[in-house]
């Protein structure tokens, strides 16, 4: 979705992401099971959380659970880019952020995600000037209205949560941090799995092995998914090479020696 705003639901599912257990389990009572079973929640006078902020290292699934929430819950999704908000002019911004909420309401249920949120609440005075402080406070406005904001939840990741104004982390606003944190060993399996499960992955291969390796150290997500696409290309390249223009037989899985290879060529 190249356009600013546009909502759609997402095709990420549970499975394609790894890991990630514990967010999974806190999305499905904050969000999903909330718009799927709403009466499940009537009567115990509860006040649930409708705004999170997701922070960590860069390439570990924030934008993915994210997808992967609206696509469980059957919510509409809409993606934007915090510093898109801010490439306006004058009293412009103010209104996107509007016109963005109200957009979100007439397709609730819906997810509004906020990528690089930081680039919109920086701390007021200091870094962004009086642009992002009258982007904030509207922001701050919308947000604040979350009775009239009935099945719309707010999302937003950063890689910098230590920039941010305070204000925005209160309830009722970004009011849920959730740390997304780099996989450990056993995790960075359960990712090449996710990853691998739409791809010709031979038998012999074990992932889980795979993902415990020193080589894999500090990999993120994103490193993962590199890897994984590399390993395909150099199985792609096997095949390529050897059937030539024919149709044979060919070797067309993606085996261990193509893993080791692309550990190779990446890193
Ligand atoms: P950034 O802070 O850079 O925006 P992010 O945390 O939002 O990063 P994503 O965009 O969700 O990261 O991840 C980038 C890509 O890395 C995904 O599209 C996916 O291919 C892969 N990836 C990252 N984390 C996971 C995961 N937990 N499971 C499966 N794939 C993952």
Not at 6 to 12: C, G, K, Q
Not at 251 to 262: D, Q, V
Request: charged share 25%; glycine share 10%.
């Amino acid at each position: 979705s190249k356009r600013e705003g546009f909502s759609v639901i997402p095709n990420v599912k549970w499975e394609d992401v790894g890991g990630l257990d514990y967010l999974r389990k806190e999305f499905d009572r904050y969000i999903v099971r909330r718009i799927k079973y709403p009466e499940d929640y009537e009567g115990f006078g509860v006040d649930l959380e409708t705004g999170f902020l997701l922070y960590g290292p860069p390439g570990c699934g924030k934008t993915l659970i994210a997808k992967a929430v609206a696509n469980e819950a059957g919510a509409n999704f809409i993606h934007i880019k915090g510093p898109e908000l801010l490439n306006k002019y004058v009293g412009e911004s103010e209104l996107a952020v509007r016109t963005l909420f109200s957009r979100a309401r007439t397709c609730s249920p819906c997810i509004l995600f906020f990528d690089e949120v930081d680039a919109l609440a920086t701390k007021r005075g200091k870094e962004g000037g009086w642009v992002v402080e009258r982007l904030l406070n509207q922001l701050l406005i919308e947000l604040d209205g979350a009775e009239q904001r009935q099945g719309v939840f707010v999302i937003g990741a950063t890689n910098r949560p230590g920039v941010m104004d305070r204000a925005i982390l209160r309830p009722g606003r970004f009011g849920k941090l959730l740390y997304v944190p780099l996989p450990s060993p056993d995790e960075r399996g359960l990712i090449l799995k996710a990853l691998g499960r739409k791809k010709p992955i031979d038998a012999s291969v074990d992932l889980s092995a795979l993902g415990r390796m020193e080589a894999c150290e500090n990999f993120s997500g994103a490193d993962l998914a590199a890897l994984m696409n590399e390993a395909a290309m150099v199985a792609l390249e096997d095949k390529l090479t050897s059937t030539k223009s024919t149709s044979d037989a060919a070797p067309c899985t993606i085996k261990s020696t193509h893993f080791e290879r692309a550990l190779g060529k990446i890193s």
